[in-house]
């Protein structure tokens, strides 16, 4: 399995990315979105569960949204109102495997 993150960039406070995540190998039925901040942890950030079932964090509930394209084997995560505290550099994981993260920066 490998997965390939992308879309992060510099975004001012309030404002919006979306970030994708390609699987190869094998077809999405699970998949986490994970975040670290400079100098911290890495953080389960939200999820596509099996059975449609998502999870987020309280901190990004109502402004991160996950989906997936069947068709194209992408995660992607809608991240809007984002905030400074969002800055981190963000990873897509599924199978135990984590692909290379992509790094957001929001400036307030």
Same mark, same amino acid.
């Given at each position: ?6 879309? +992060? =960039? *510099?975004?001012?406070?309030?404002? /919006?990315? $979306?970030?994708?995540?390609? !699987? ?26 099996? +059975? =449609? *079932?998502?999870?987020?964090?309280? /901190?990004? $509930?109502?402004?991160?949204? !996950? ?42």
């Amino acid at each position: 399995v490998q997965l390939q993150a992308s879309g +992060g =960039g *510099l975004v001012q406070a309030g404002g /919006s990315l $979306r970030l994708s995540c390609v !699987v190869t190998g094998e077809s999405i039925d699970a998949l986490d979105w994970y975040r670290q901040a400079p100098g911290g942890s890495r953080e389960l950030v939200a999820s596509l569960r099996h +059975g =449609g *079932l998502f999870y987020y964090k309280d /901190s990004v $509930r109502g402004r991160f949204t !996950v989906s997936r394209d069947v068709a194209q084997n992408t995660a992607h995560l809608q991240m809007n109102n984002l905030k400074p505290e969002d800055t981190a550099v963000y990873y897509c994981y599924m199978s135990t495997y984590f692909g290379p993260g992509t790094l957001v920066t929001v400036s307030s």
